[in-house]
């Protein structure tokens, strides 16, 4: 392919919580790609993921990260976030007394403003997330419920997906949206996902699980071990990976 | 700018409108005495019994030691150094917004008031045409058609000696404490309102609609009865900055209710905190009580607590009458140096009496916030019921949250609830709104809004709204 390169990561290394969790990671995301990153537990998927949205306690200490030809490590949180980057969280944070219709509009407001559009007023708001939010099958009652306050686990993954519907990011990183997911769900959060998918649009998918590969389907599949990419290659390899554990992988990685 | 950045910036930011010091007061020479005392009163042109009340609460107050059950701490106040009476009307008016401070006017904006009442409170002249007075003597004309009495305490003592002379010291004696007492002794003016039989006041009653509210001074003293089946909303104090000579404030309020009466009163205080250090800053002393003397009255205290560097203040009610209900609903926001002890007492004495208490206390920086609260449910109050719910949000590593509920309960039929929450605005939180694109100033006053909540919404409507970004320009700091 030969599309745009939108994400380019070269040797990164990175620390978290004073362990060096990244050693060395490579990875190349084109436009409108779906890459799926998978590994065994402590490999690195989540320190990449926080790499990327720039989540604070999580320092890069060699290597680069370049987002459309941007030095990403130097970009505030929220301006990447604006830039199009979206972490779908794999623990979604409640916020108590704020609701999920005034922080979603706090958000998209945010988002649009920096992309010098108008921002929207509440009616405006409201309807283009009541569109929205037909993709995740939710219910309009969780748009005045607070962030996140006593959502199921399936709830908040379905929210996050919404605000990404909303937010209509160029990057996202999903990090183990499936988990927790019941069948139905895992359907329903692939379908809203799937929905986004577009040219310009590229993905980073972060599971354990070659079902979540069969509802989204990737481009790309990495194994990612010991803080660095150690395979990569088509769809097929998530099924090889599902059939064989990552025991094999791991002590390739070893003795390379 | 990382959280733990903007948490720096939240904890060390700077009170935006600066402090202005222009007053030229004819004022008697600072100290206190007898002869202070009665001169304040031969100024004010007051009767004989008042000078005598006055005088007792001076004798009285010499007596009384300084309160130290607090948790504030400061150094002690020199009262022979304070100028206790200033003619009003003192103040110098500037000739245009040009002269006022540009940060006062920033945060003016940020609160978006209008322009005419950004004058009114930087302390500009007022051109005819907006002329405040003339919207207050509308809105007197109305109420005096209700036969609702609203007017300034001194104003009251003229022409309502009777009603003034059955009802102050009624709910807050000048024993009280030595701040109640103090303020007996000295009290340079206030307001007064009367609500009849079965009359509905048909708009919030604020100081902002009563001629002559300039400069009533640090000693301000409110009364408030409704009578049988009548309904008030009282509001004190606005979300924007209002310049202010005097350190100390020590003000009492009290409130009557009558028979099925019903008052709403509601408070945000913005005055100056101090700087980053802790230096300067209104101490901020207040006794406010209310009595809901009738049955199945009401009294409803809700307030918002973001100024002055020391704040001491316990809106009470005494739940005489059978079925009568007392509320308090607090926000307490401390940042830099600041401290609040503040909190409530609810006193059962009728039957089924019912009180609910709701405090949010905020710190931030060298923040100290401090609920202290008495539940007291006397013998004869049967069925009587409580709710207390006080939650506390640090933000930062150096600030401090104490809870001192007080549960009293000498009848075996009452029910007493109480629930206490502490937590962080945690660095997970934070992220998780810039993650979505907002930055960590507007998250961190999108958390604390919804951290209160539940006091913000017992607020008039206009009220609300303008505490809410209050909360915010207090929370602000010098991000970006």
């Known amino acids: 392919m030969s599309s745009e390169i939108l994400l380019q990561v070269e040797g990164l290394c990175a620390r978290a919580a004073g362990n060096e969790i990244l050693r060395g990671l490579d990875l190349t995301v084109r436009a409108g790609e779906v890459h799926a990153v998978m590994g065994p537990n402590g490999s690195g998927k989540s320190t990449l993921a926080n790499v990327l949205a720039g989540r604070p306690g999580v320092e890069v200490t060699a290597g680069k990260v370049l987002y459309r030809g941007r030095n990403l490590v130097e970009m505030a949180p929220e301006e990447r976030a604006r830039e199009g980057i979206f972490l779908a969280f794999q623990y979604p944070v409640e916020i108590p007394g704020v609701t999920n219709l ?34 995740v099958e939710m219910d309009e009652k969780m748009m005045s419920r607070a962030i996140n306050e006593g ?35 895992l359907g329903i959060v692939s379908r809203g996902v799937n929905s986004l998918r577009s040219a310009e649009r590229s993905m980073i998918v972060i599971t354990h699980y070659q079902r979540l590969l069969d509802h989204i389907v990737p481009d790309r599949v990495h194994v990612l071990a010991g803080g660095r990419i150690v395979r990569s290659g088509g769809k097929e390899l998530a099924l090889e990976l599902e059939e064989q554990g990552y025991a094999w992988i791991e002590g390739g990685a070893g003795a390379a | 700018m990382s959280s733990a950045d903007s948490l720096e910036h939240l904890a060390t930011r700077e009170y935006k409108w600066g402090f202005v010091t222009d007053i030229e007061a004819d004022s008697v020479p600072p100290g206190l005495s007898e002869d202070v005392i009665r001169l304040i009163s031969s100024r004010k042109g007051e009767p004989e019994w008042l000078l005598a009340w006055r005088l007792e609460a001076y004798r009285r107050w010499l007596t009384m030691p300084e309160p130290m059950w607090s948790t504030v701490r400061f150094p002690l106040i020199d009262y022979q150094s304070i100028v206790y009476y200033s003619a009003p009307k003192q103040k110098k008016k500037l000739e245009s917004l040009d002269e006022v401070d540009p940060r006062l006017l920033e945060t003016y904006e940020k609160l978006g008031i209008p322009l005419a009442e950004q004058k009114r409170l930087a302390g500009v002249a007022v051109d005819a045409v907006f002329d405040s007075v003339s919207v207050a003597t509308t809105f007197r004309e109305e109420l005096s058609k209700k036969g609702i009495l609203f007017c300034s305490f001194s104003d009251a003592v003229r022409e309502h000696p009777d009603l003034v002379r059955k009802y102050l010291g009624s709910v807050v004696p000048y024993a009280d404490n030595k701040h109640a007492a103090l303020n007996s002794a000295v009290f340079s003016d206030g307001s007064f309102v009367y609500v009849p039989k079965g009359v509905r006041c048909p708009m919030e009653l604020s100081t902002y ?15 408030i009865i409704a009578d049988e089946g009548s309904y008030v909303s009282y509001l004190e104090g606005c979300t924007a900055p209002q310049r202010d000579e005097n350190q100390l404030h020590a003000a009492v309020v009290e409130l009557v209710a009558l028979e099925r009466a019903q008052i709403k009163y509601s408070t945000v205080q913005n005055w100056y905190p101090g700087d980053a250090e802790g230096r300067g800053g209104i101490y901020n002393f207040v006794t406010k009580r209310g009595k809901c003397l009738g049955r199945a009255s009401k009294i409803s205290w809700t307030q918002v607590e973001t100024g002055s560097a020391i704040t001491w203040k316990y809106p009470s009610c005494i739940l005489v009458g059978d079925d009568s209900i007392g509320e308090f609903y607090s926000v307490a926001l401390t940042a830099n140096r600041q401290q609040a002890d503040t909190g409530t007492k609810m006193i059962h004495i009728g039957k089924n009496t019912r009180s609910t208490v709701v405090s949010k206390g905020i710190s931030t920086g060298h923040g100290q916030n401090t609920y202290r609260g008495q539940v007291r449910i006397q013998k004869g109050a049967d069925g009587a019921r409580n709710f207390s719910q006080c939650d506390s949000l640090l933000i930062g590593p150096e600030c401090g949250a104490h809870t001192f509920p007080c549960l009293e309960v000498h009848n075996p039929t009452a029910t007493v609830e109480h629930e206490a929450t502490t937590s962080k605005i945690g660095e997970d939180q934070l992220f998780y709104c810039q993650q979505r694109g907002i930055s960590a100033e507007d998250a961190v006053s999108m958390i604390v809004n919804g951290f209160c909540k539940q006091v913000l919404k017992e607020l008039p409507m206009e009220f609300a709204v303008e505490a809410q970004k209050l909360l915010g320009v207090s929370l602000e700091g010098s991000v970006g």
């Open chain 2, 209 to 223: 609609f009563r001629i002559n509210a300039a400069n009533t001074g640090q000693f301000e003293r409110t009364l």
């Open chain 1, 151 to 185: 959502f199921s686990g399936g709830e908040k993954k379905r929210n996050e997906v919404l605000q990404m519907a909303i937010l209509e990011p160029v990057l996202s990183i999903l990090d183990e949206t499936d988990s927790g997911l019941d069948i139905d769900a």
């Open chain 1, 102 to 135: 005034y922080f979603l509009k706090a958000a998209a407001n945010a988002v649009r403003k920096h992309r010098g559009l108008e921002e929207l007023d509440a009616m405006d708001f409201l309807s283009l997330a009541r569109r929205k939010m037909k993709l």
